[in-house]
C-alpha cells in the first residue's frame, strides 16, 4: 500500500505536469497569426513571467506554511506584498512620478528586495531571539503589520497629486499583461539563486512540518532554518510582486490544491505539484483570457474570486489552525 | 550520563525552574515527579534544548547541550513531548520513518527500514502502518509518536507524560516496554509521571520537584513514603506495601 500511494503520487504529479504544458502549448500557439519569429519570443517573454510568478507564489507559500506549521496563512496574508505596496507609494510619494519612472527599474528591484529581506529579517530575528516562542503571536503581528502597512499607503495615496496617483495605481495593480521584460533577467537570476539555498536545505522541510519540537528532537536547527526560509520568502515575493502587483489568494489556492491532490504530505512531491498547479492556473488561465474572453477581463480578478472563496471555505470547515 | 547544574528558568517575574542541580544515573528509568506547575516539563525540554536555559549547562555524556550540534545530539538524546499537533498528514509508517532522519536525512536505507519495522512491532503498530494519524484514537497515536523516538535508537530517550491518552492496559505495556528497552538494550529512560504508583511501580529512580526546585530524589523506597508525598504534594497519603512494590493510596 505504501507503494501504492509512492505510485499514485507519481501517476499525479504527472498528470498535473501534462496539464501545465499543455496549457504552455496552448498559450504559446492558439491563435497564433504571422510570422513565428515574432509571435514565439513575444509571447516567450510574457510566459517566462507568469511561469516565474507562479513559481515565486507557489514556492514561498508551501515553505512558510511549513515553517509556521499552519496550511491558512500565507506571506501575502501576513502583509508581505503590501510591504511592496508602501514601497512603491512611497517612492512616489517622495520623488513624484516623473523621478520613479525614470529611476532604472532594475536597479529600484535590488533596493525593493534588499528592504523586503531587511524587514522581514529584522522582524522575525527580533521575535525569535526574545522569550517570544510563539508562532501565532509572530503570525498576528504580521497580520498587524500588513494592515499597517496597507492603511500608510492608503493614506499616502490620497495625499499624492491626481496625475502621480494614476502612474502609482498602473504599477499596483495587479496586471499579467504588462510585465516588465527588463525585469525578467534579474527576477530569473534572483529566483535561481533563491532556489539553489532552497535545495541544500530541501532535506530538513519534511522534518520542519512536524512542528518546532520534533524538529529539533531529531536534529534540525529549527532557528536557522527558519531564517533562512524567510529570507528566501522575502525574495519570492518581491519577485511576484515586482512583475505583477500583489496577488491575496493565488498562493493558498494553489497550495492547498496541491496538499489536497497530492495523498502524501512529502515535499518532494507537494512543492513540484503547487508549483504546476500554479503554472496551470496562470498560463492556462491567461489563455482562455485571451483567446475566449479577448482580454475583457483581469486574470487576477478571477484568480482572486476563486482564491477567496477557497479561503473563506477553508475557515467554515474549521481548517484554520 | 546526564548531569545538570544550576540549572534555571524564569519567564518574566516567575521562575520555573529554580537553579536545579542534579545527576541522573545511566541505565534504567527515571522518573520526575511533582505537583502541577513544579517546572518538571520545562525540566525535561531544557535538558532536551527544547528551551534554552536561562543559567546553567546541562551535559548530556559530557556534551554541552547549548554548544553542542543537533544533528549530534540527535543520535544521543530524544524527546516526545506531551502535545503533537501536526497540520501535515502523515500515516504512521511516515511517522515512524522520521525517527531516522538523524542517520538517513529522509533517505530510507534497508537499515532504517529494519529499524522502522521492529519499532512498529515493538509497540503493536503493524497492522496500522497504512493508516493516517487522525484516523487513529488518542492511545494509538501516542504509540506511533513513541515509536518514532524509539526508531530514533537513541541512548537517552526522554517522555514527558507518556502515559497521557493511554487506558490501563496500554499504560502498563508501555512502562513494561520502556523497562525493557532499558534493560534489554541499555537505554536511558526519563519520564515525566502524574501517577506516583506508576513511578514507584517501574522505575529504578525518582526525581521530585516543588516550586521549581528539585525537592529529593532516590529509589523507590526512599521517596514513595507518606511523609515525602504529603510535602510534596500537600495531602494526606497512606502507603502500602503490595506485592514488593510501595502503593500510594491517597483517596481519603
Known amino acids: 500500500m505504501r507503494h501504492e500511494r509512492k505510485r ?23 491563435g497564433a497569426r504571422g510570422n513565428w519569429s515574432f509571435v514565439l519570443p513575444f509571447r516567450g517573454v510574457k510566459l517566462l513571467a507568469l511561469a516565474l510568478v507562479a513559481y515565486s507564489i507557489a514556492v514561498s507559500t508551501v515553505l512558510f506554511q511549513t515553517i509556521t506549521n499552519n496550511r491558512i496563512l500565507t506571506p501575502a496574508i501576513m502583509g508581505f506584498d503590501w510591504l511592496y505596496m508602501l514601497l512603491q507609494t512611497l517612492l512616489v510619494f517622495g520623488l513624484g512620478a516623473a523621478a520613479t519612472s525614470a529611476i532604472d527599474v532594475r ?33 498576528l503581528i504580521g497580520v498587524v503589520f500588513g494592515t499597517l502597512f496597507r492603511s500608510l499607503s492608503g493614506f499616502l495615496q490620497r495625499l499624492i497629486d491626481p496625475n502621480d496617483f494614476v502612474v502609482l495605481q498602473d504599477r499596483l495593480f495587479a496586471s499579467f499583461n504588462a510585465v516588465d521584460p527588463n525585469l525578467l533577467m534579474i527576477s530569473a537570476l534572483m529566483v535561481v539563486g533563491a532556489s539553489a539555498v532552497g535545495l541544500r536545505i530541501f532535506h530538513t522541510f519534511d522534518v520542519m512540518s512536524l512542528g518546532r519540537e520534533t524538529a529539533i528532537s531529531l536534529g534540525v536547527d529549527h532557528r536557522r532554518i527558519t531564517m533562512t526560509v524567510l529570507a528566501l520568502v522575502a525574495i519570492f515575493v518581491s519577485v511576484s510582486a515586482a512583475l505583477v502587483g500583489p496577488v491575496t489568494f493565488f498562493g493558498l489556492l494553489v497550495a492547498n490544491l496541491a496538499y489536497i491532490l497530492m495523498p502524501t504530505a512529502k515535499h518532494r512531491y507537494v512543492l513540484p505539484a503547487a508549483i504546476l498547479l500554479a503554472v496551470i492556473c496562470l498560463v492556462g488561465g491567461q489563455t482562455i483570457l485571451e483567446r475566449v474572453f479577448a482580454f475583457d477581463t483581469a486574470l487576477s480578478i478571477v484568480i482572486e474570486f476563486a482564491g477567496g472563496l477557497f479561503f473563506i471555505f477553508y475557515l467554515l470547515r474549521g481548517h484554520a489552525r | ?22 545527576q541522573l544515573p545511566k541505565g534504567g528509568i527515571t522518573s520526575i515527579i511533582g505537583p502541577n506547575g513544579a517546572g518538571k516539563s520545562t525540566l525535561l525540554s531544557m535538558i532536551a534544548r527544547l528551551i534554552p536555559c536561562d543559567r546553567g549547562t546541562v551535559l548530556v555524556d559530557g556534551l554541552d547541550v547549548a554548544r553542542t550540534s543537533g544533528e549530534t545530539l540527535a543520535r544521543r538524546l530524544s524527546i516526545l513531548r506531551q502535545d503533537n499537533h501536526m497540520t501535515a498528514r502523515l500515516t504512521v509508517h511516515d511517522l515512524v520513518a522520521f525517527g531516522r532522519y538523524p542517520y538517513s536525512r529522509g533517505r530510507i536505507t534497508a537499515d532504517d527500514q529494519a529499524h522502522i519495522g521492529r519499532a512498529l512491532g515493538y509497540l503493536g503498530l503493524n497492522d496500522l502502518g497504512d493508516r493516517f494519524l487522525d484516523e487513529l484514537s488518542g492511545g494509538q497515536r501516542q504509540r506511533a509518536f513513541v515509536a518514532m523516538v524509539l ?9 514527558d507524560e507518556p502515559l497521557n491518552n493511554l487506558d490501563i492496559r496500554h499504560a502498563v505495556g508501555m512502562m513494561k516496554l520502556l523497562g525493557n528497552a532499558a534493560r534489554d538494550f541499555g537505554k536511558t529512560v526519563v519520564v515525566v509521571l502524574h501517577d506516583v504508583n506508576f513511578a514507584s511501580c517501574y522505575s529504578n529512580h525518582i526525581i521530585v520537584m516543588r516550586d521549581g526546585k528539585l525537592f529529593l530524589q532516590g529509589s523507590p523506597r526512599e521517596i514513595i513514603r507518606s511523609e515525602t508525598l504529603e510535602q510534596t504534594y500537600g495531602c494526606p497519603f497512606e502507603v502500602q506495601e503490595l506485592g514488593g512494590n510501595r502503593i500510594a493510596v491517597y483517596y481519603t
Not at chain 1, 533596493?111 to 522582524?123: K, W
Open chain 1, 8 to 30: 499514485s503520487s507519481i501517476v499525479t504529479l504527472m498528470v498535473i505536469a501534462a496539464v501545465a504544458a499543455t496549457a504552455t502549448i496552448a498559450f504559446m500557439t492558439i
Open chain 1, 107 to 139: 536597479l529600484m528591484f535590488v533596493v525593493e528586495i534588499g528592504t523586503m529581506l531587511a524587514f522581514s529579517l529584522v522582524l522575525y530575528r527580533f521575535l525569535f531571539s526574545g522569550a517570544v516562542r510563539d508562532l501565532h503571536l509572530l503570525l
Open chain 2, 1 to 22: 550520563m546526564i548531569e545538570f547544574s544550576g540549572v534555571t528558568k524564569v519567564y518574566g517575574s516567575t521562575t520555573v525552574v529554580d537553579d536545579v542541580t542534579a
Open chain 2, 151 to 159: 526508531c530514533q535508537d537513541t541512548d537517552y530517550m526522554l517522555f
